[in-house]
């Protein structure tokens, strides 16, 4: 999901919540988790190089050697949320947070 159409969704959970009633539901019985962007130095790369939108680098910008920039944050997760896979900055500070959650236990 992409940081505009979190938002919006964002915005229509406060919008709707007295007047739905499967918003309601959702808001009172789950708990949900809103992370706008992981990513950024890559989201300022894109907007740099398509300021109209429709960029489509996916990585952060970090320089790993030398032909290639960047790690694809959204696949930086080890296997069944492997801890130690999370190696990268903006993985890395989501760990204590990750590892905190219920269903991970």
Not at 52 to 81: A, C, E, T
Request: proline fraction near 8%; glycine fraction near 8%; charged fraction near 25%.
């Amino acid at each position: 999901m992409g940081c505009k159409q979190l938002m919006f969704f964002m915005w229509y959970l406060l919008e709707n919540y007295s007047t739905n009633p499967d918003v309601k539901y959702l808001v009172d019985n789950l708990e949900l988790y809103f992370i706008p962007d992981m990513n950024p130095d890559g989201y300022a790369y894109n907007y740099l190089t398509d300021p109209g939108g429709g960029g489509m680098w996916r990585k952060n910008r970090k320089r790993l050697w030398r032909r290639n920039i960047g790690v694809d944050l959204n696949r930086n997760f080890g296997y069944k949320w492997d801890m130690i896979i999370m190696a990268h900055p903006p993985t890395r500070v989501m760990r204590p947070s990750v590892e905190s959650l219920p269903f991970l236990k």
